[in-house]
């Protein structure tokens, strides 16, 4: 057998070559594509927002939910509330003025820092909120005590002055003495009545509004 015969068809040199089958023309391109898919759950309506509910004069009213309550972090804010406390008891009796309405300064800012500190909430740390104006009603008793004896020191007789080491040394030595104290009984009434009144408004309109 001859190569020729298996060769492929060429075409005749008379006349037009073999037919062919007519190829199947390419499949057409869509006109326009669509927009991709979602991502699974993206057509899903937002989660709503957390939310809590406090009564009001109106009834119950929804409000944005707050943060867990960190006491340990809002104990160490209104901790703070102590020393400016004393600080502010010093400063108004040093110039005359009545240092009992201390109370309500420490009470306003002790529930304010520990709202700071806690995220918002109060329910948890009414007691640390206590205990913290209790804290600094007793310094600030304290402070007038010292402002007192520090500026009496100069007033001395100077053969009792000089039994102390120093200025400092006779307000350590009388600071806690009782005989001393007695005549501070009203004013460390007034500084707890003072801090009395103040917290127990201060903590229940926080509780109110931060149930």
């Known amino acids: 057998m001859s190569d020729e015969s298996t060769a492929a068809p060429r075409p005749s040199q008379d006349g037009p070559g073999p037919s062919f089958a007519t190829p199947a023309p390419p499949a057409s391109a869509p006109a326009a594509y669509g927009q991709p898919s979602a991502a699974p759950g993206a057509d899903l309506p937002p989660a709503a927002a957390a939310t809590d509910h406090v009564w009001t004069p109106d009834g119950l009213v929804p409000v944005p939910a707050l943060p867990p309550e960190r006491v340990g ?85 100077p053969d009792v002055a000089a039994a102390y080491p120093s200025r400092w040394g006779f307000v350590r030595d009388n600071v806690f003495y009782p005989p001393l104290l007695k005549d501070y009984t009203k004013d460390g009434v007034l500084l707890a009545v003072f801090g009395l009144i103040g917290g127990i408004g201060t903590i229940a309109r926080l509780v109110r509004m931060r149930a």
């Not at 108004?92 to 520990?114: E, Q, R």
């Open 73 to 157: 972090r809002g104990a160490a804010f209104a901790l703070l509330a102590v020393p400016l406390a004393a600080l502010v008891a010093g400063v108004l009796w040093k110039i005359g003025f009545v240092a009992s309405i201390t109370g309500f300064v420490l009470a306003a800012v002790a529930a304010i820092l520990y709202l700071r500190g806690s995220g918002g909430r109060i329910r948890k740390g009414v007691a640390v909120v206590a205990g913290v104006i209790v804290l600094g009603v007793v310094a600030s008793f304290f402070t007038i005590v010292v402002v007192d004896l520090y500026g009496y020191y100069p007033r001395l007789d």
